[in-house]
Nanobody, 122 residues
Framework: VQLQAFGGGLVQPGGSLRLSCAAS????????MGWFRQAPGKEREFVAG????????YYADSVKGRFTISRDNAKNTVVLQMNSLKPEDTAVYYC????????????????WGQGTQVTVSS
């Protein structure tokens, strides 16, 4: 499966952004999907995951209550809605796919998009 993420940009603290990830060349509905992020000088970390059916969602503690992951299997897309953004959310965000129904660790994901930059700054 090939993934392409887009929707990043510059936003002020407290603002919102919506990231999208489009999938191709695979049976999208059979993959668990996730979003990760990597800030300069830091490890890539899990942000949110959604099961292949969309029935289960998991979030990192740092984004719970602010971010929402969703998917549309008919359109082969997964979305990360980010609200109440903070400067510490600044990072390159990656979407990823796993053949597992759901996964929360980097090593469980096999396919990665190219990343999209999110900068939260006044």
């Amino acid at each position: 499966v090939q993934l392409q993420a887009f929707g990043g940009g510059l936003v002020q603290p407290g603002g919102s952004l919506r990231l999208s990830c489009a999938a191709s060349r695979g049976t999208f509905s059979s993959y668990g999907m996730g979003w990760f992020r990597q800030a300069p000088g830091k490890e890539r970390e899990f942000v949110a995951g959604i099961s292949s059916s969309g029935g289960y969602r998991y979030y990192a503690d740092s984004v719970k209550g602010r971010f929402t992951i969703s998917r549309d299997n008919a359109k082969n897309t997964v979305v990360l809605q980010m609200n109440s953004l903070k400067p510490e959310d600044t990072a390159v965000y990656y979407c990823a796919a796993t053949p597992r129904a759901l996964a929360t660790t980097r090593g469980q994901y096999e396919y990665w998009g190219q990343g999209t930059q999110v900068t939260v700054s006044s």
